[in-house]
């Protein structure tokens, strides 16, 4: 059971980058995704979060409107698009799957598998 995060680097405040992460060893359709971040001495934070059956969908209140998160079962993998970026969302980001959830949660603890993580430099 993997999840491969890619897609972090450097932008300009304003600009707009899409996350990817690619599971592998289970699907990601009967799972929920989420995508956290942590920025150097903070907690980790939930960024955003979907239940497989995609009912089910949160946004951290920073980034609603800007980000959206989605996936696509045919390539077993998620996404997170960001837009409108700001040197304030500057963090690493790390992608997470449960298993078999029709819902989701923001809670770190909550979650049975991460990726590693891709960073995110919003630059002002």
């Known amino acids: 059971v993997q999840l491969q995060a890619s897609g972090g680097g450097l932008v300009q405040a304003g600009g707009s980058l899409r996350l990817s992460c690619a599971a592998s060893?289970?699907?990601?359709?009967?799972?929920?995704i989420g995508w956290f971040r942590q920025a150097p001495g903070k907690e980790r934070e939930g960024v955003s979060c979907?239940?497989?059956?995609?009912?089910?969908?949160n946004y951290l209140d920073s980034v609603k409107g800007r980000f959206t998160i989605s996936r696509d079962n045919a390539r077993n993998t998620m996404y997170l698009q960001m837009d409108s970026l700001k040197p304030e969302d500057t963090a690493l980001y790390y992608c997470?799957?449960?298993?078999?959830?029709?819902?989701?949660?923001?809670?770190?603890?909550?979650?049975?598998?991460w990726g590693q993580g891709t960073q995110v430099t919003v630059s002002s």
């Open positions: 979907s239940g497989h059956v995609g009912s089910t969908t």
């Open positions: 060893g289970f699907t990601l359709d009967t799972s929920a």
């Open positions: 997470a799957a449960k298993r078999s959830s029709t819902i989701c949660s923001r809670n770190v603890r909550w979650w049975g598998h």
